[in-house]
Nanobody
Framework: QVHLLESGGGSVQAGGSLRLACEASGTTYSYNYMAWFRQAPGKEREGLAAIATRGVSIYYGDSVKGRFTISRDDVKGTMYLQMNNLSPEDTALYYC?????????????????????WGHGAQVTVSS
């Protein structure tokens, strides 16, 4: 079993920054990609960024490209999402996810169905 725990959410004014963290535990060999998603009220869950657990493969969704940065610390078993230049449109519940993707097939790696393990989410609220 894999357990994912998000932290770092909160409230910030437009133009500000936040960093989310996702600590993984359990059978971490069960997956080869981790990702960040978000879901705003009344909207579908949106994939933001994904990172391979080995190597340097990183993918960003168009809505966050150039503003958000995904990274991981293998020693701490933690994934991060640095979010800069936030706007009220970024207000949502942010989820950490992990899954075993088929290399060369499951691409781009931001489909909800690719990820079997999910955290409970961290709220991010951006005020104007």
């Amino acid at each position: 079993q894999v357990h994912l725990l998000e932290s770092g959410g909160g409230s910030v004014q437009a133009g500000g920054s936040l960093r989310l963290a996702c600590e993984a535990s359990g059978t971490t060999y069960s997956y080869n990609y981790m990702a960040w998603f978000r879901q705003a009220p009344g909207k579908e869950r949106e994939g933001l960024a994904a990172i391979a657990t080995r190597g340097v493969s990183i993918y960003y969704g168009d809505s966050v490209k150039g503003r958000f940065t995904i990274s991981r610390d293998d020693v701490k078993g933690t994934m991060y999402l640095q979010m800069n230049n936030l706007s009220p449109e970024d207000t949502a519940l942010y989820y950490c996810a992990a899954g075993r993707l088929r290399v060369g097939y499951d691409w781009p790696p931001l489909d909800v169905s690719y990820f079997a393990y999910w955290g409970h989410g961290a709220q991010v609220t951006v005020s104007s």
